[in-house]
């Protein structure tokens, strides 16, 4: 019977030798491979646009702004007792802000009754152009006619004539890889 070469290693030898000499150019042995790379297709060259740039970031502080929300109705909700992930969600002076709320709750025993409804959010400026985003000023609708603040004994303790629709704007920065609300304002508003 006639022997038959060792089709396995002569395949290993052959990719070896294919994976050695598959990139452009023929580099001198020890020496880099400088040869220019092929510029990517149209497609993947929008990917990394300043505007694809500017509306992904616009997109994670529009969810930031969101999580923040649902942390103040959780505070709000529990008497500002749930404080533990407001830092996660602020810093600065919205952080303060939002702790010495929780501390008006407490002391005051207050505590919401159904939450702050998000009509639409939208970021209307990111920066600093030019550079990595660390910046976001996000603007949004809020809804609070679905949401009581009681004392203790159950009592609305909602001034008459509150506005329930508000005209929300706040800043938020890139801190350590996560956006958080650093300050802002808002006002009744038919948005």
Known sequence: MPRRPAFGTTTAALCALLALTACEGSPEVGQPNTAPVSPPSSAASTANTPVDESKAA????VAAYRRYIAVI?????????????????????????????AETYRVEKIKTIGGVEVLWAKAVKTGPTGARITTASVQACYDTSKSRAVDASGKNVRAPGTPTRW???????????????TKGKNQGASC
Request: aromatic letters at 2%; zero cysteines.
């Open 73 to 101: 109705n959780a505070m709000t909700a529990s008497g500002g007792i749930a404080v533990q992930d407001l830092p996660k969600v602020a810093s600065g002076v919205e952080l303060a802000k939002s702790q010495n709320q």
């Open 58 to 61: 616009g997109d994670a502080a």
């Open 167 to 181: 005209l929300d704007n706040r800043d938020l920065e890139l801190i350590g890889g996560v956006w958080k609300v």
